[in-house]
C-alpha cells in the first residue's frame, strides 16, 4: 500500500528550498521548535524573514517537511528485496545506522519535535508512521518467525530504539565515529542488534 503524502518530495525540492530545510533542521536542534523564528531561520539560509512565505507557509509546514523528507529516506529502506529475511533485516538496519549518523539532526528533530506537528499535516505522517512500524515488524517477523505480535513489536521498537540511540550519544562516544570511521560504528550497532535479536531467536 502506498502512504499517504501531503508535502514535496526530496526529489521535488528545489536548492533554495534545501537550503531553508537544512537551516530550520540545524536551527531546531540547536533551539527547539518554539525556540527558532522563521526571521531567524531566514537568516541563517540567507534570506529574509518575509521572503521564507514564498517557499513555505511558515515553521508547521517546514517541520512537516523535514520530518517527511527523513521517513522518505527511512520508509524506502525498509521495502523487502524477497531475498534472505536476514538479508532483509541487515540492509535496512545497516542503512538506518548510517543515516543516524549522517544525518542527526533529522532524528533528534523526530525524537524531540514531533508532538509540535501541527494540523493539517499531523494525521498524513501519523499514516505514514503506522506503514513504517508496520514494513519494519514484517522485516523482524521474517527473521524471527517464533515470536507472537506482540512480542515482534516490542522487539522491533528495542532494534529501532539502539539504533536511533546513536544520533544523541554523547560527543566522547561520537568520537568513534571519527577516529575509526563511521564503519566501525555501524558494526558495532550492528553487532548489538544482532545479539540481541539471536536471543529472541533461541527463545534466551
Not at 530550520?24 to 518554539?34: N, S, T, V
Not at 541563517?44 to 515553521?59: M, V
Not at 533528534?108 to 508512521?129: D, I, K
Amino acid at each position: 500500500m502506498t502512504p499517504p503524502r501531503d508535502v514535496r518530495r526530496a526529489v521535488d525540492l528545489r536548492e533554495r528550498d534545501r537550503r531553508i530545510l537544512d537551516a530550520a533542521a540545524l536551527a531546531f536542534r540547536e533551539k527547539g521548535f518554539h525556540g527558532v523564528g522563521m526571521d531567524e531561520i531566514g537568516a541563517r539560509a540567507g534570506l529574509s524573514g518575509p521572503s521564507l512565505y514564498r517557499h513555505f507557509s511558515g515553521k508547521d509546514e517546514i517541520l512537516a517537511t523535514l520530518l517527511h523528507l527523513a521517513m522518505d529516506e527511512l520508509y524506502e529502506a525498509t521495502a523487502p528485496t524477497g531475498a534472505d529475511p536476514a538479508d532483509d533485516l541487515d540492509r535496512a538496519l545497516r542503512h538506518h545506522v548510517r543515516f543516524a549518523l549522517e544525518r542527526r539532526d533529522l532524528v533528534v528533530l523526530h525524537q524531540r519535535e514531533l508532538g509540535n506537528l501541527a494540523e493539517p499535516w499531523r494525521p498524513a505522517f501519523t499514516a505514514r508512521m503506522g506503514h513504517y512500524t508496520r514494513r519494519w515488524e514484517e522485516l523482524v517477523a521474517r527473521r524471527l518467525p517464533n515470536l507472537d505480535p506482540d512480542e515482534v513489536a516490542a522487539v522491533t521498537q528495542a532494534a529501532l530504539g539502539t539504533v536511533f540511540s546513536v544520533s544523541t550519544w554523547p560527543a566522547r562516544a561520537h568520537r568513534l565515529a571519527t577516529t575509526g570511521g563511521p564503519d566501525v560504528v555501524v558494526e558495532l550497532v550492528l553487532e548489538l542488534v544482532h545479539g540481541g535479536l539471536d536471543g529472541s531467536l533461541s527463545g534466551t
